[in-house]
């Protein structure tokens, strides 16, 4: 259970930061579009980029940072709810990635309460140390998939851009 969750966490934090830097002009006319000066906007990006990769790399390590990874991973996905509400109010609509919408951005308040759920299952597990074949297998599970959605994304994009 311990690796699955480890898996499925590291997984959501990956596929979030490479679909942001593959798209990140869209990523960045999104931060804009919450009232960030512009100015400010590369920064705030790559903060962003940096704490989600980081968080991707001590949920794939399992037993790093116990219990603080699970608190900031936590403050980080409620910050991003409380600023969704704002921007949007509590109506759960898709998110405005301007043309690129990620699997993961649907329905942004329900998916940031179901990860919340997952990160307080995750804090009251008993952790326990991988194995390198585990951290291998674990690291190829969240890339592997990761590439397999995002060529979808891609190919469904491709075929919107041909019928219009």
Known sequence: MVFLLGTIISFIFFSSSYSKIVSMENFHMELASYGIPFKWVPILSRII???????????LLNDTMNKWKQLLAAIFIITLTILTIVKNGL????????????????????????????????YFLLKESYSSHEFVLSLLIVLSITFILENIKYKNELEKEMES
């Open 91 to 122: 109506k759960n609509r898709e998110c405005s990635c301007f043309g690129t919408n990620h699997p993961l951005s649907r329905f942004p308040i329900l998916r940031n309460v179901v990860i919340l759920l997952l990160l307080v299952i995750d």
């Open 49 to 59: 980029l940096i704490f989600e990769a980081g968080l991707f790399i001590v949920f």
